[in-house]
């Protein structure tokens, strides 16, 4: 209750809540509260106070105009799958997940501003809950990212995401022939300063990462891939495929730049090749029941149909 209450009015400070609780000025179904009772739908919070107290420690009116743009700026999202807890985009790439910096202008901002559009929140529902994606992309990578519309969907994804129950695969182009699955482990660390990772021994400070792949199909010096992210961090699949030799074509961090300027000059490509096509869910209970054991899929890009012919 006391969450909900600072986000009803974030300006009041901490000790406001409290006094009023004591004072029966703000209850719960009627009755006196705490403040740590956990809120379930139906509960009936009310606040004995003037609507100046209330104004004062609300925010202005919540700015809209940022969201409803990017609906209408950001090209090449699709929404693939949506209920009322969870919307499924497929995002082209070139396309932030979150904003990186205060200007930037992310597929979370689409989201909000499609939900407003659509008329699947209003604005004042943003003053205590806002919608955001649960998993993230490269900017540079495209294909599926799951957005939560409710909080039981915030929670409940993440819930899912961080115990690794909902299973990730990639599709991706990389040099070389590969004919045999493997599973690559190892420790990742991040430079924030240059925005790269590198594999480091076990026992340095880094994050353990592990992904599985399977060959799909081999052409004359590249072999179409598909991998299954088992923990998710960044530029994890990348990094993982150019230790073993076989960078992703288009990837000019950590891969073979000449041989990417020579698929650049024939055929166009301009970004790495690396598509997030399929999530798998797990059984799945009331209120997410439309979910249970789905999979959901899209279709590969036009980059990847063009050097699969």
Known sequence: MDKFLRKFMPLAPVSFFYKMLRKKNITLNGKKAQGNELLAVGDIVSFYLADETIGGFRQKEIETSEYES?????????????????????????????????ADTSLNEWMIGYLLCQGGISRGQLATYKPSVCNRLDRNTQGLVIGAKSLAGSQKMHELISSRQIGKFYRLFVKGQLKEEDV????????????????????????????????????????????????????????HMASIGHPLLGDYKYGDRQWNDRYKIKYGISGQLLCACRL???????????????????SLPEDFRKLMK
Not at 75 to 96: C, F, P, T
Not at 211 to 238: M, S
Not at 280 to 298: C, H
Request: hydrophobic share 35%; net charge neutral.
């Open 70 to 102: 990017a609906y209408h700026r950001l090209k090449g999202i699709q929404i693939v799958y949506e209920d009322s807890h969870v919307l499924i985009m497929n995002k082209s790439a070139g396309i932030l997940s979150q904003k990186a910096h205060e």
């Open 280 to 298: 798998v869910f797990p059984e799945m209970e009331a209120p997410f029941a439309s979910l249970n054991r789905r999979t959901v899929e899209i």
């Open 184 to 239: 690559l482990e190892g420790f990742l660390q991040k430079d924030e300063q240059s925005n790269r990772v590198h594999l480091v021994p076990e026992g340095e400070k880094g994050s353990y990462i592990k992904t599985r792949y399977y060959p799909i199909r081999q052409f004359e010096d590249r072999t179409l891939v598909e991998a299954e992210l088992v923990t998710g961090k960044p530029h994890q699949i990348r990094l």
